[in-house]
């Protein structure tokens, strides 16, 4: 079966029907498996489909969706950059063909792209931290780059901003129409493909935006711990974490067996193979409907695909249920939460600063986050992925504020471990602030076991 036609049986596969809460079932069950709807046995093309995210009509989301007498007060938003081209190729084969010039009669197609990149040609002289003001602000080679954003990706991120704006900007009126620089906060990692869907996203939501107010902070981490990156006992978990992947890929005969047809096909050791991350490269293929390569010994198949896939599903099954991750994740990913955290107290404060923040990030930066959040079913991240907080103040009692979690649009609130029971405990519709904040300070450390109460003892841990 060629990748066209997977596409357009999945396209009938995919049901739309309403469901509760007004989202449709498609974009609920992008995030957490729904069992009435899921294919029955994992499905690896159904997975891998849902990871490239091609854009299609506007999805059903649920930001913004609070009681009336709820006000907004800011919002935090973490984004994987979009679709790029392979960090990786299969030795001896060719590259595939990907143009990543941005035209705008071709698809995908959004209606801001020739407006974008005017904007974008425009902005040479933007003032952005070191490294990034080095960076190209879009995608501009006819055979893209390794790691390259895509057309794909930018529009992606322009439709992230986009439905952003009409729910932040025009219905609840977030940022003043004469907003200021301060008023948003932007990082990005040092990698063009984050720095310009941070732009794309950013483009969508202030159409058109003044140049000078616009000011993107480097993060050298991919974790975003800025100066607290240090953490014997994060890497210790991390370590223990890639040797339980290695033990579980040894046990997969399967896939070992693939790996040696592909290298046989491509004329190269297994080892060398496997080194290759092939699964990076047939993605793209996948994604971009480019038939896998072929060399004069044969072709590189579906099947092929379906058994790398099925492993990484496997895998990711098997890290939720040792928890090696769990231990990685919360300490990974307490910095970038603490920080969110302060953000949102000087809010609650009235402070005017920094209410939309914007982190442009990677998959190995949001997967540890929904980890520590306890989403632990929560799929991994699919290109142009965004978690968002929303912070929000009851007008009836304007000292309460709570907070909202949402992944790809879905409500998760009620799935995170620090808000899981609210509903039995209280009969405020909104989980409070303070139960996030007491998340971050305290029982984020009591989860990792042990008697440390603060995140340095956590990190230098002894006898772990």
């Not at 049901?15 to 449709?24: D, E, I, L, T």
């Not at 442009?360 to 968002?388: C, K, M």
């Not at 009836?396 to 609210?422: A, M, W």
């Not at 009969?427 to 340095?456: I, Q």
């Amino acid at each position: 079966m060629d990748v066209l036609t997977a596409l357009l049986l999945l396209v009938h596969l995919i049901p739309v029907s309403a469901a509760k809460n007004g989202v449709s079932s498609k974009s609920r069950k992008r995030i957490l498996p729904d069992p009435a709807t899921e294919p029955p046995v994992t499905d690896p093309i159904y997975e891998a489909l849902l990871y490239c995210n091609i854009p299609s009509v506007a999805e059903h989301s649920m930001e913004g969706h609070a009681p009336h007498h709820f006000k907004l007060v800011s919002v935090h938003v973490f984004i994987r950059h979009g679709d790029r081209y392979p960090l990786y190729v299969i030795p001896k084969t060719k590259r595939p063909e990907i143009d990543c010039t941005l035209v705008a009669n071709r698809k995908p197609y959004h209606p801001k792209l020739e407006a974008f990149v005017n904007h974008m040609s425009k902005g040479s002289g933007a003032s952005f931290e070191s490294p990034l003001n080095s960076l190209p602000l879009y995608p501009n080679h006819p055979l893209c780059e390794m790691g390259e954003l895509t057309q794909t990706g930018v529009v992606q991120h322009l439709q992230n901003g986009q439905l952003l704006r009409d729910i932040y900007l025009k219905k609840h009126k977030l940022l003043p129409t004469d907003w200021s620089a301060d008023q948003l906060y932007l990082e990005t990692t040092g990698k063009s493909r984050t720095l310009q869907s941070g732009l794309a996203l950013l483009y969508g939501f202030l159409p058109d935006f003044d140049w000078k107010k616009i000011y993107f902070r480097h993060q050298p981490s991919a974790l975003f711990c800025s100066g607290s990156c240090y953490c014997p006992v994060r890497n210790q978990y991390l370590e223990k974490e890639q040797r339980r992947q290695y033990l579980l890929r040894l046990k997969n005969n399967q896939l070992e067996k693939t790996y040696g047809e592909m290298a046989k096909i491509v004329d190269i050791p297994t080892k060398q193979l496997r080194a290759a991350n092939p699964i990076d490269s047939m993605l793209c293929h996948f994604c971009h409907n480019v038939s896998f390569p072929c060399t004069r010994n044969g072709c590189v198949d579906m099947e092929h695909f379906k058994v790398i896939k099925t492993h990484q599903i496997e895998d990711e099954k098997e890290r939720r249920e040792k928890k090696l991750y769990l231990g990685y994740s919360l300490l990974g990913a307490h910095p970038i939460l603490n920080q969110t955290i302060s953000r949102m107290q000087r809010a609650t404060e009235g402070r005017k600063e920094e209410l939309f923040a914007l982190y442009s990030a990677h998959d190995v930066t949001l997967s540890p986050v929904l980890s520590a959040l306890g989403l632990s079913e929560a799929r991994f991240p699919r290109f142009a992925a965004r978690l968002i907080f929303e912070l929000w103040q009851d007008r009836e009692k304007p000292s309460e504020h709570s907070v909202r979690i949402l992944y790809n649009g879905v409500d998760v609130t009620f799935h995170t471990s620090f808000c899981q029971d609210h509903h039995k405990r209280s009969p405020k519709p909104m989980c409070p602030l303070e139960n996030l904040v007491h998340f971050v300070k305290r029982d984020m450390f009591v989860a990792l076991g042990g008697s440390s109460t603060n995140y340095y003892d956590a990190c230098h841990r002894e006898g772990f």
